[in-house]
């Protein structure tokens, strides 16, 4: 991101000190990652009746179901990109 080639072809950094080369990619992909996860978040706000103070003692507040399946996809991710 702060390194560049100049016109000579030598790289050079704009902030001072040794530049820094991501081979992977994966700088790129985790704040694509990230900024993809807030938007979503944004999106579909807080569950419904989770701020309800008449609600608070009926409401549940985990799935197992989807906490199952959540791991079955991280699981299916690590083992996929590893």
Same mark, same amino acid.
């Given at each position: 991101?702060?390194?560049?080639?100049?016109?000579? @072809?030598? !790289?050079?950094?704009?902030?001072?000190?040794?530049?820094?080369?991501? #081979?992977? /990619?994966?700088?790129?992909?985790?704040? *694509?990652?990230?900024?993809?996860?807030?938007?979503?978040?944004?999106?579909? @706000?807080? !569950?419904?009746?989770?701020?309800?103070?008449?609600?608070?003692e009926? #409401?549940? /507040?985990h799935?197992?179901?989807?906490? *199952?399946?959540?791991?079955?996809?991280?699981?299916?991710g690590?083992?996929?990109?590893?």
């Amino acid at each position: 991101i702060f390194n560049y080639t100049n016109d000579d @072809g030598e !790289r050079e950094s704009i902030v001072k000190g040794a530049p820094l080369q991501d #081979f992977a /990619g994966s700088g790129l992909v985790h704040l *694509v990652g990230g900024i993809g996860a807030l938007c979503g978040a944004v999106i579909v @706000g807080p !569950r419904v009746g989770r701020w309800d103070v008449d609600k608070q003692e009926e #409401f549940e /507040g985990h799935s197992i179901p989807f906490c *199952v399946l959540g791991t079955f996809f991280l699981w299916f991710g690590w083992y996929g990109f590893n």
